[in-house]
């Protein structure tokens, strides 16, 4: 199938984006349009207008923030993301998340600050981001605004994204020294949306976990002195686990108990690497 017609923008800065999105309400950013696109194809999307982002390299590229954390362009390609040794070095649980999404073509265009956008609770940036303790800078004609990734997914498919606005970067603080971390999920394919994931992060002080697929935003559960027969247990207590054509509710359940011993296992053991 085609998209309906539509009304194309491209314009040469960020400044004239935010004025395109600001006079057209209608209008839909594009960055890698591996969700938007097909989308359209399908006529589940219809927009009247779309604007698109691809020029602007203005919000692009990886940096170093002055506390030793990370700095990501909205419109960094994901390959980018999963090749950079600064992420490797300063963000060890995203670099190890990014082979993990989609396929190695979808990479090469898909964009970090696209995927966030869309908010799929099945993706694996956006419970990273939360899990993280990430922001996400956010820009319109009225201003800048910074709103912590927990606060940035409030539904299905849903934002706190307001009218006009666009993702402008994602900023990820450093990491507590010797913090150990992991991702685990478990798809029917590889690069198929996973039916469970997880991903955790372990110290001294702290022990949690990200989730996806089991709720209708991503969700951060908080392990600390969970006893070790427990930790699934406690962590479904927060979650809600369904049923669609993948898989049962019940088979999730037993996805998360599995996920999360063998996730946190995982990073207990690099803490462990960091530490020596």
Same mark, same amino acid.
């Given at each position: 199938?085609?998209?309906?017609?539509?009304?194309y923008?491209?314009?040469?800065?960020?400044?004239? *984006?935010? /004025?395109?999105?600001? +006079?057209h309400?209608? !209008?839909?950013?594009? %960055?890698? &349009?591996?969700? @938007?696109?097909?989308a359209?194809?399908?006529?589940?999307?219809?927009?009247?207008?779309?604007?698109?982002?691809?020029?602007?390299?203005?919000?692009?590229?990886?940096?170093?923030?002055?506390?030793?954390?990370?700095?990501?362009?909205a419109?960094?390609?994901?390959?980018?993301?999963e090749?950079?040794?600064?992420?490797?070095?300063?963000?060890?649980?995203?670099?190890?998340?990014?082979?993990f999404?989609?396929?190695?073509q979808?990479?090469?265009?898909?964009t970090?600050?696209?995927?966030? *956008?869309? /908010?799929?609770?099945? +993706?694996?940036?956006? !419970?990273?981001?939360? %899990?993280? &303790?990430?922001r @996400?800078a956010?820009?319109?004609?009225?201003?800048?605004?910074?709103?912590?990734?927990?606060?940035?997914?409030t539904?299905?498919?849903?934002?706190?994204?307001?009218?006009?606005?666009?993702?402008?970067?994602?900023?990820?603080?450093a990491?507590?020294?010797?913090?150990?971390?992991?991702?685990?999920?478990?798809a029917?394919r590889?690069?198929?949306?996973?039916?469970?994931?997880?991903?955790?992060?372990?110290?001294?002080?702290?022990?949690?976990?990200?989730?996806?697929?089991?709720?209708?935003?991503?969700?951060?559960?908080?392990?600390?002195?969970?006893?070790?027969?427990?930790?699934?247990?406690?962590a @479904?207590?927060?979650?809600?686990?369904?049923?669609?054509?993948?898989?049962?509710?019940?088979?999730?359940?037993?996805l998360?108990?599995?996920?999360?011993?063998?996730v946190?296992?995982?990073?207990?053991?690099?803490?462990?690497?960091r530490?020596?």
């Open positions: 199938m085609k998209p309906p017609v539509f009304e923008h491209r314009p040469g800065s960020l400044q004239d *984006a935010l /004025a395109l999105l600001g +006079a309400p209608d !209008a839909k950013p594009l %960055a890698g &349009g591996q969700s @938007l696109i097909p359209m194809n399908f006529r589940l999307a219809s927009p009247a207008r779309l604007i698109d982002l691809n020029a602007l390299d203005e919000l692009a590229g990886i940096a170093e923030t002055a506390d030793g954390g990370l700095r990501i362009g419109m960094t390609r994901h390959s980018t993301v090749l950079s040794p600064m992420v490797a070095e300063r963000a060890p649980l995203l670099a190890a998340t990014m082979p999404v989609a396929h190695r979808i990479r090469n265009r898909g970090i600050g696209g995927s966030l *956008a869309h /908010a799929d609770p099945a +993706a694996e940036l956006p !419970a990273v981001m939360v %899990a993280l &303790g990430a @996400l956010l820009a319109s004609t009225r201003g800048t605004r910074s709103v912590p990734a927990e606060e940035f997914f539904g299905l498919f849903a934002t706190a994204l307001e009218e006009g606005e666009l993702v402008t970067a994602i900023e990820i603080p990491l507590p020294p010797r913090t150990g971390t992991a991702f685990l999920e478990l029917r590889h690069g198929d949306y996973a039916l469970v994931g997880a991903a955790a992060l372990v110290d001294g002080d702290s022990v949690k976990v990200g989730y996806l697929s089991v709720a209708d935003v991503p969700t951060v559960v908080d392990l600390t002195g969970v006893p070790d027969d427990r930790l699934g247990e406690v @479904l207590e927060q979650l809600e686990p369904g049923d669609d054509i993948h898989a049962t509710a019940d088979y999730r359940a037993q998360v108990r599995v996920l999360t011993r063998r946190l296992a995982a990073a207990a053991d690099h803490a462990r690497g530490a020596a």
